[in-house]
């Protein structure tokens, strides 16, 4: 067992350690903390490990109040207060914007810290019949109480667990997989095995929605005329875009569940990944609404590498990129700025605690500014 002294935190909210010409990252660790460590994974000159025992606690550490947390691979805030968590999440976001260093970032904090998830993906060994969260090992772990959860489905969770009724959703599954638990119109829903977010994507977080979604009207008010045209695009069900009453395209790749047009919003189903994305979606886009005056971006993770082209085929006035992947975010909108300027770049608190967090940036073109 090794010796760590904590020297600062990564963007992911792991403490980062030297030891014997070796960075070791640490979950769960906070900086200037001496703490004992197990190294599970050994790359080249990079290790990483889990924490076995703090010798010495920074002053900011708290004890986390789920039993599990030092085992569940959920959560990786919960050692700290509230506040302290937003000040790392800021410090993360801040490193990843380094080459933007006069851009403000507004941090703009959740009203709850607990019980706000409208879903949870658990993982089953039905050998073992273990269904839990994965843990740190990448094994599932139960945790019949999980805070980040709506009481709804911790209820649904809880049947669940009674005399192990989960094992009877299981008829001809594979030995290991996943159960979604998922709450929409107050009724949760249980999937065996199918994609996230099953029944076509919402933010996990209804609250916060609402008040990104009241934000993100105020910014498109202040930047458009009354006749903008709004593509709202990887738009989902139409979420962000529907509070504005503006014309808007909203494109997503719909599954079976694509939502009806209505007053303002017209839906076009399509892969924006497609190498053809762009000629594609100019032949789906009726033609009164060709001329887009801002370009609403909200991608999975993986980003939109070629953000420039459908910016430059489009020319809006302005672009919103929210991303839930900050390198994403930057790689993305670096492409453009050659004509487009970062005005601002928020932070909204959609996953308290743990490491994520959705960044919101406003560009405007350069003549505008
Ligand atoms: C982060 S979610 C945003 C959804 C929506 N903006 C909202 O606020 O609810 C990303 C969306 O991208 C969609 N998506 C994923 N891959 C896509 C693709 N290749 N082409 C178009 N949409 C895609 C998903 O269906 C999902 O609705």
Redesign the pocket.
Known sequence: MTHFHILDLDTMGQGVAKADGHITFIAKTLPNEVVEADIYRNKKNIHFAHVTEVITAAPERQEAPCPHYAQCGGCDYQHVDYPTELAYKQKALRRHLRHFPDIDITVHAAPQRWHYRNRIQLHYHADKKVLGLMDVNYEPLPVQNCLLIQEQVRDKMLALYQDDAWLELLQDEPKRGHLELYCRDEEVQVSVNEPY?NG????VFPHM?HY??TWLSHQVNQYMDDDAVIY??????????LPLGRPTVV?????EHQPQDNDTQTFVS?????KD?LQRLQAAIPDDMQQPTCL?I?????GLKNLKDFVSTFKPKAVIF?A?EPTSFVRDIATCLEHYTLMKVDLFDLFPATQHYETVGVLVRNELV
């Open positions: 977010a076509g994507f919402t933010q929605n990104l979604t709202d695009l990887f738009g989902g069900n139409g979420n962000l875009s494109v997503d790749q719909y599954g399509q892969n924006l990944y497609a994305a609403i909200d991608p999975p993770r993986s929210i839930c």
